[in-house]
Nanobody, 129 residues
Framework: QLQLVESGGGLVQPGGSLRLSCAAS????????ITWFRQAPGREREGVSC????????KSVDSVKGRFTLSRDNAKNTVYLQMNSLKPEDTAVYYC??????????????????????WGQGTQVTVSS
């Protein structure tokens, strides 16, 4: 079965850290661009961070710049989102999505710009004291 599996979410106090993992099953992530999206209740889905297939391009939404870092380990077929200095407004369900694009240095935070052939089930991140 071709799927992405997220893990690493949980409850953390403001200022704390979490590392989310996105592991691929049944296919390789090495040739895919990966984007982490999040969605909070009553809010639109938002692209948080992305990384190109080559790993040379990463992008983050302004609200997480300097706090979130995206990396990939192709040997483990896994992408990681390190989240530091977490804020209550980071509370959401986080999803990873993979897409195969011609340009190995391309990634996008915009949902409408990808086909997103692969999605994970989501992992809840709650930032609260």
């Amino acid at each position: 079965q071709l799927q992405l599996v997220e893990s690493g979410g949980g409850l953390v106090q403001p200022g704390g850290s979490l590392r989310l993992s996105c592991a691929a099953s049944g296919f390789t992530l090495a040739s895919k661009t990966i984007t982490w999206f999040r969605q909070a209740p009553g809010r639109e889905r938002e692209g948080v961070s992305c990384i190109s297939a080559s790993g040379l391009t990463t992008k983050s939404v302004d609200s997480v710049k300097g706090r979130f870092t995206l990396s990939r380990d192709n040997a483990k077929n896994t992408v990681y989102l390190q989240m530091n200095s977490l804020k209550p407004e980071d509370t959401a369900v986080y999803y990873c999505a993979a897409d195969r694009v011609p340009d190995p240095d391309f990634c996008t935070l915009l949902f409408r710009f990808g086909k997103w052939n692969y999605w994970g089930q989501g992992t809840q991140v709650t930032v609260s004291s």
